[in-house]
């Protein structure tokens, strides 16, 4: 697995938000996230959204994570890990 370095800005970001709003809480986010991950390592294909890019939505928090595959390579790429109440427009700025 590949996660590039906007997305793991966009994980620390989430971590230090959720670490102000209440102690260990972004430790909650980042093991959740963790999870997900390797989850999504054994299962990557999940529905497809902005083209070749596909999501997967954490439970417990507010965040999807995008992905892609290099099905050459058999690798997942994360592009982001993005908050759900922004619009995919600025994700796609990214």
């Not at 989430?14 to 054994?42: C, H, K, M, P, W």
Request: with cysteine; charged share 25%; aromatic share 12%.
């Amino acid at each position: 697995m590949i996660i590039l370095p906007v997305a793991l800005q966009d994980v620390q970001d989430a971590v230090d938000y959720y670490d102000e709003q209440s102690i260990g809480l972004g430790e909650r986010f980042e093991t959740e996230l963790n999870d997900f991950l390797i989850a999504l390592e054994s299962h990557p294909f999940f529905q497809n959204r902005y083209n070749t890019v596909r999501c997967l939505p954490l439970k417990k928090f507010p965040f999807m994570v995008h992905f892609s595959i290099d099905e050459d390579k058999q690798q997942v790429v994360v592009h982001a890990v993005f908050h759900t109440s922004l619009h995919p427009k600025v994700w796609k700025r990214k």
